[in-house]
């Protein structure tokens, strides 16, 4: 029998879970706040009690996912089994087949993370099955009506009527609400059997309160994940004051960004048996998303206003104004490339997608993630937003450009110039014709007396004299970055009025 039994453990459809609430709007910010922190949680709580099955050594864990090894005996494998059915039971009670479990073992992290993903394939499978074939009454979700507002899943037993219109929620949503009233102040949290602050999969949790000085890394995990609070600092800012916070239009920009090629990392040093490297490098990255951005956003004043949906294990899920999402976006990337990129030959990949507060994010999500897929379809370490696919030097170069046409549109360019600028770009077959017509027509002339004039009527005659250098993506990117950023100033009130 092998000395080591290798164990690989996830939550399995978090992003599913954490977005899928109905509320849109006000309450969204604060839900997914909660959803968030009880899948951290979550993943506390598994690694803690799957550690307390005997002696083990924890290889990876982070973003919902672990890897640990266990010391094998003839027990070892029942008392897995066991766990995983109890594990799938506690939490199908809890959250209703909303979120799933797998597990899987073996004398190979390779083999343990292969079993892990058939796993996958049949989600709830020990749950859902007994001696007698399918357990039919579990499979039941039971009488749900009337059901919570807010998941739709359970049966209300609860009615709300204090922050908003009166909502009637299931238990579930009830203590997600209560977790979501004692953050932000939450640092991290422990298990405790007494002295509990909520209870989840029937284990007693405590929060570690920032105040509390008791460091985080003693036990508990850091659980800290930045999100922007009002002046009193206790209330969150919703989405629609979040996107309120960007430069010209109120947008939200969604940030979604992972480590190129992880998963062939891993594959390497399982096969090479470096497992000690291995261990080294996902404590990095775990550390990079989850301390060492959460520290830089926390810390600086320009990144305030951006809300952590999750950061950690290898890729983040951030929600902004859309314009700081896009600066941030290439600190993240500079950050990443001259720490654990640089250290592990490792790039990085993200996309940023608009969307306006109103309605759910998960939409913004959706997108994000389709374009992040292609973002890493060619040659990866590329970012996809503004309409394209860019190499980061390029998205630097068009964020450069981008800011300079705003600051070009504050000394006198009209807005309507950037827009036809814009749709001459943006056509099938730009036009140079039509470009040089706008350049004598329209453009301020060469001899302005206005040094920012006068350098904006540099660039269009530059750009009419590159044009076939195939820099037209890059010139519409950054029209549409100007055009975004861009509008008249409104008053306070008339905001409030929309
Ligand atoms: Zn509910």
Redesign the pocket.
Known sequence: MNERLYVAGEFYGIQKYVLGITAAGGGQAKRLRARSFVVQALEQIVVEELRALGSSELIMAGGGQFVLALENSQAAQPRLLEFRRELQERLFKELGGELSFNLGWSDSIEQARHARELERRRPWAEYMTGPNGWAHERMRLGNIYP????????R?TVTWSSDGPPES??????S?RSIGTQIPHVQGVELAEHDSDIQLLGRGLRFRHASSGAAVGDGGRALHRYVPVQDDRKTLLTFEEIAAKAEGDELLGILKADVDSFGRLIAKHTKEGTLDALERVSKDLDGFFSITLQRAISENAEWKYIYTVFSGGDDLLLVGPWSVMLDFAATVESMFSSGPGRQYGLSLSAAVSFMPPRIPIRHGVHRAETDLKQAKGGSKNHCATLGGVWDWEDFRRILGKGRQLVKWWTCGVKKALLRRLYHIAASAEPGAQLWAWELGRNFPPRNSPHDELRLFREWGDRVLANWEAGTMNETRAALLYALTATRMIRSKDERRGR
């Open positions: 059901p919570c507002d807010i998941c739709g899943k359970r209300e929620v299931c238990e579930r949503c009830n997600d």
